[in-house]
């Protein structure tokens, strides 16, 4: 099924509710999120290249938050190791039964398995590569260093995490002008005004972006020897972090 425009923002509402991941933004979300995140099919494609080169013998690829599998077909058609498998999870009822159609209609041999949970109760182990592609934005900024933690802990000697982040400046002047950017970036994809504004609104309290600097400390305190941006776009930003 392909997917549709998205359009969930282009007529005024009377209120606009909090952002959910439910079946309306399922149907639309691959054009959502081209549309919305600078760089994500680099991202994604780099993503499997990265795996590629990290993953190890009888090992777990995890993608946490893997809405509709983006980042776990890229991995899954990069990576040549067949001893592993690869765990895909979403909270989202709508997001996990279109991932595991795709998965399904997919021509890849890695195994996949599809799980609908929450990330923050999915035991980690043996992982080689743990992704969290736009994902802990969305979490409890006290839930962030247990999840973390956890991942640190279940990856194997050599694993990476890549963790990608939408970002807040500590300059006001940096925090405008990025914000400004993306929003041209939108513009320039055929957002409107009314679209950028309702979704922007729909966003606040569930989106909350930290600063670079925020992350590589908590990284850094859970133990992980070297975390570095290897892309950012913007205020659109994925970390690599070394175990």
Request: aromatic content about 8%.
């Amino acid at each position: 099924m392909a997917s549709s425009v998205d359009s969930i923002f282009s007529k005024p509402l009377a209120e606009v509710a909090d952002f959910k991941f439910d079946a309306s933004v399922a149907t639309v979300f691959p054009d959502m999120i081209q549309r919305s995140v600078p760089g994500y099919r680099a991202m994604i494609s780099a993503i499997g290249l990265l795996s590629e080169r990290f993953v190890q013998p009888d090992s777990i690829c995890y993608d946490l938050g893997c809405s509709l599998g983006a980042a776990t077909l890229s991995m899954r058609h990069q990576i040549t190791e067949s001893a592993c498998e690869i765990i895909a999870v979403d909270n989202s009822p709508a997001m996990i039964e279109q991932c595991q159609r795709l998965v399904n209609e997919d021509d890849g041999v890695i195994p996949v398995q599809v799980i609908e949970a929450d990330v923050r109760e999915i035991v980690i182990e043996k992982a080689s590569v743990v992704v969290l592609n736009f994902t802990l934005q969305f979490l409890p900024r006290d839930d962030r260093l247990a999840l973390l933690t956890h991942v640190f802990q279940g990856l194997l000697p050599g694993g990476i995490l890549v963790l990608s982040e939408k970002l807040q400046f500590s300059d006001d002047r940096q925090n405008a002008l990025h914000t400004d950017m993306h929003h041209i970036f939108k513009k320039a994809n055929g957002y409107s005004d009314l679209e950028i504004s309702q979704k922007r609104l729909a966003l606040d309290n569930i989106l909350l972006p930290e600063t670079l600097v925020e992350h590589q400390e908590r990284l850094r305190g859970i133990g992980f020897e070297s975390s570095e941006v290897w892309f950012q776009y913007f205020n659109f930003a994925s970390i690599l972090a070394l175990k």
